[in-house]
């Protein structure tokens, strides 16, 4: 059972960056998709970013041209590099491994994803 941890979460002025990481162990990375998904306080979680097992990269429109993902599978690891923050961004931030194997997202919500970490606080700040 893999197991996912974030980290790299903390407080942040407005137009700021941070850099939160999620590194997986005990079990398979490279060939599954990896996501991002961020959850505020009374709101549903919602998708922010994912990146196939070929590297393909996908985005909500909300962090468009200001987020973006990368893997590194040498480390088992997944990074969201946030620029730009904004208030709205502020919300615990979950990294998800895809639910098959060799298999893009396709719905790009919680469905595409199976195994899920236990999420890092980010604060922006106005």
């Known amino acids: 059972q893999v197991q996912l941890a974030e980290s790299g979460g903390g407080l942040v002025q407005a137009g700021g960056s941070l850099r939160v990481s999620c590194a997986a162990s005990g079990g398979a990375f490279s060939t599954y998709a990896m996501g991002w998904f961020r959850q505020a306080p009374g709101k549903e979680r919602e998708f922010v970013a994912a990146?196939?097992?070929?590297?393909?990269?996908y985005y909500a429109d909300s962090v468009k041209g200001r987020f973006t993902i990368s893997r590194d599978n040498a480390k088992n690891t997944v990074y969201l590099q946030m620029n730009n923050l904004k208030p709205e961004d502020t919300a615990v931030y979950y990294c998800a491994r895809g639910r098959l194997v060799y298999r893009d997202p396709v719905a790009l919500d919680e469905g595409d994803f199976s195994s899920w970490g236990q999420g890092t606080q980010v604060t922006v700040s106005s």
């Open positions: 990146v196939s097992w070929s590297r393909r990269t």
